[in-house]
């Protein structure tokens, strides 16, 4: 709430019969010249001007902002609401409650830790594709997920009521940014206030602004709201009223013209986006589309864009409000009133999109949608786009790097003097294995030389194939980015009945699913009968949640499972999802592929990635002749009619009318009551969080690092996957061994987002992706670096090799600190508030990298944990470093005067297990606490002490 006006920006707009508080920001110089998301933050500074946090020196930069400046002034900005998802959600409430807790012993008042600020939590992350390709999938499917996450449901209601400002849509509804931007999201804010003038309760229109627990949240910002995800540590601070502390960005203009041609989908342009953007460089900096294509990009395009910005890398990637938002605001039910506040403010406050007023902006890129063309992206970055046209030559390339390649391995459990049908997903379609030799398999299979592997597989019904490196095993209609939007579906539905109609099938190795990002989706998929097209390719529905795209993908098929894993196979998965990286989809699957929904149905007829959709028939017709893609493909015109006729305002109406009340299950869970949560002791899902224990209102000071160890030395693009616990638990993990102490059967065990609110289960899982390179290993491994939560524990003899969270034990038994070595781009990814945590709770002081990921870096901040990085264009390798040192790190004692040093001096002396000769290694580290407000949350151990105690 606005204290101070400097600029007299508090102002009346009338809509209809109702007088709205606004800020004009026309009365600042320099507004007029300012992009679209700049003059959403100038508001938001005028409308919280207080003297202190926010200054009249800081609106008047934004408004004289030099747009090819680097950034230099630290702003405060106040989003309007939280919005979260279960698996990062959970332990935002578990830290709320907990600090409810810590209040009440500092002698506060527990009833004030509520969300100052509106949080919204959607549960979407937790049901996973069990079953499949059934009628009854979805149902059993969901019941699974409540036997599964009762506690945490029960929790969770008992937040909802226990807590002000706080709801939550429950399971089986839809996806968080779906839901967002269907029904949550405003565009324009409104909402009771008290006048700081009068005292007095007036009605305050602001522009709608969110910061979200999952990265993509940048998905809204195709409705014209400015968000984007943090950690779930920056969340909590935000809920509790707390700024989110940035840099004025810089922004990046980007111009878009022309159509979208017919063949070409959204996925396709976003590929392209994201590949063009990536080469730029934009991590840190907001990306705004203008010019005249906007007009001509549909709202549910231009959401799927948004939704794509942590893939390549911007904090935000903003569309304006125009007509076309105003027609998506009608579509989906939002009343009349609200839209026509929408409209009066935008216009008012210079937000509607005008394609003639110049703006100015940090860089400038174009894109002729028309030049676009039909695009995949794998095998394991998003931004790794290819051409659909050269797929199959690139997997030719690809699979040389993943697939066992020994030639007298390549004929496995192969009948060298039978046939084998057709459907073998490494060969060239029709073709037959005849009196097979070694150097024939790799010749016919399509492959490149020593890249075939052909194994027999038999079905529970007698049926046999070939299954080969680049077999498609999971084919995922899923995840926001693409289950948004239409005219992806929609052509997804239809390409699925041509091909029945056709008479093809989906190959009997490919775990089909399918995961509408809301229950409108299914409705028009009904109405349209494009279900039972979909349904004819196994393509059912397993639950409305994130599913295959964050993991939940269940097992593949049983004897396809088992035969990946006893020969080494490299198969693959298709989705529609936004995130690719290795050994996030399944444990069995080493390649991952991005595609539209349609030709996430197309691969799935054809079964391999080694395939090329010019040339490879999918199959035969009735009259045995050929089909190709090009035969199935829906024409643009056939898709838009069936839009037309299939979506309405009124489905939205009915499927948001009671969001929030959910189904019978969720009704009839017992909830506990009362301000204080009782913990259960028993409980292996939800645990009172140790952030506070021993807390005193006085921070202790910060002190230097002296005899830390190293745990790991990592390479580059480490993501949060590789960091935060993610995926199933693994038996014989330290995670594992934890619940089995406790009683947990392994059919019980979970997936690691499930237990999210269980910190013990959460510290055994962090760095235990089962693709992670600790490279120190190599020294005890013959020079081989074992995938895994590996490390060296060098409190016993010799320094053994043993699981990094065995170590960090040892270690912290001694008061030994720990730091990570890593290289560039290290935390990238989704923003997973335990890559931070559990780095924290493992005893780990300090990660050294070459650069950084602008949300796991705060979120290092935001735990305690000094981020820093090595001298420009060195690495740990090129300083001649390799884990076995003992480090020290000196300056930052520099932070108690209230001076954030610029470097610090790091020391690597030698130990007893380091090589013969090696000698004391120093050099100037950059510390990376960017802002004031960043090095406040680090004296006080972290952001949530310091709000506790701001707060006591």
Known sequence: MSTVDSFGAKSTLTVGSTDYEIFRVDTVAGYEKLPFSLKVLLENLLRTEDGANVTKEQIQALGSWDPTAEPDTEIQFTPARVVMQDFTGVPCIVDLATMREAVTALGGDPNKINPLSPAEMVIDHSVIADLFGSENALERNVEIEYERNGERYQFLRWGQTAFDDFKVVPPGTGIVHQVNIEHLAKVVYDRASTSSVTGEEVLRAYPDTCVGTDSHTTMVNGLGVLGWGVGGIEAEAAMLGQPVSMLIPRVVGFKLSGEIPAGVTATDVVLTITDMLRKHGVVGKFVEFYGEGVASVPLANRATIGNMSPEFGSTAAMFPIDDVTIDYLRLTGRDEQTIALVEAYAKEQKLW??????????????????????????????????????????????????????????????????????????????????????????????????????????TPDGQSYLLDNGAVTLAAITSCTNTSNPSVMIAAGLLAKNAVDKGLKRKPWVKTTLGPGSKVVTDYYEKSGLDKALEGLDFYTVGYGCTICIGNSGPLIEEVSEAVNENDLAVTAVLSGNRNFEGRISPDVKMNYLASPPLVVAYALAGSMNFDFETDALGKDQNGDDVFLKDIWPAPDQVQTIIDASISREQFIQQYATVFEGDERWKNLPTPTGPIFEWDADSTYVRKAPYFEGMTMQPDPVRDITGARVMATLGDSVTTDHISPAGNIKAGTPAAQYLMEHGVAQKDFNSYGSRRGNHEVMIRGTFANIRLKNEMVAAVNDGQVIEGSWTRDFTQEGGPQTYIYDASQNYQAQETPLVIFGGKEYGSGSSRDWAAKGTKLLGVKAVITESFERIHRSNLIGMGVVPLQFPAGESWKSLGLDGTEIISIEGLEQLNEGVTPKTVKVTAEPSEFSPEGKQTITFDAVVRIDTPGEADYYRNGGILQYVLRSLV
């Open 353 to 458: 999109h005008d394609p003639d007023r110049e703006l100015a902006f940090s860089e400038f890129m174009e894109l002729d949608l028309s030049t676009v063309v039909p695009s995949i992206a794998g095998p394991k970055r998003p931004q790794d786009r290819i051409l659909l046209s050269e797929a199959k030559s690139q997997f030719e390339k690809d699979i040389l790097n993943y697939a066992d390649t020994s030639i007298s391995d390549s004929i496995v459990d192969l009948e060298v003097d039978g046939t084998f049908p057709a459907s073998d997903p490494g060969s060239v379609p029709g073709e037959e294995h005849e009196d097979v030799t070694d150097s024939d398999v790799l010749i016919s299979s399509g492959h490149p030389v020593n890249a075939s592997k052909p194994v027999k597989v038999t």
